[in-house]
Nanobody, 126 residues
């Protein structure tokens, strides 16, 4: 499985961006998907995750109400809609996948994921 993330860029505080992550896998609907972020010298941080059907989503507390994760299984794509961006949201955002499996929930730890995309940089200016 190969993951290709895109959509990062420079945005002013309060602005919005949508990240996309396309999977090359043929059974995308069998993978739990997630977004993580990381800054230099810091540990990778969980942002959001979505279960196989898209019916269950989980978020880091600091992004709840501002970010929305979604998926389109027909397009092998997971999205991260980011609104009301803050300078502290600045990071390299990476998508991750775990599977194939049958599981109703999500995972929030980096070690729980099998595949990673290359990351896309989001910079929020104040």
């Amino acid at each position: 499985v190969q993951l290709q993330a895109s959509g990062g860029g420079l945005v002013q505080a309060g602005g919005s961006l949508t990240l996309s992550c396309v999977s090359s896998g043929r059974t995308f609907s069998s993978y739990v998907m997630a977004w993580f972020r990381q800054n230099p010298g810091k540990e990778r941080e969980f942002v959001a995750a979505i279960n196989l059907s898209g019916g269950i989503t989980t978020y880091q507390d600091s992004v709840k109400g501002r970010f929305t994760i979604s998926r389109d299984n027909a397009k092998n794509t997971v999205y991260l809609q980011m609104n009301s961006l803050k300078p502290e949201d600045t990071a390299v955002y990476s998508c991750a996948a775990r599977g194939p499996l049958y599981y109703e929930g999500t995972f929030s730890k980096p070690r729980e994921y099998d595949y990673w995309g290359q990351g896309t940089l989001v910079t929020v200016s104040s």
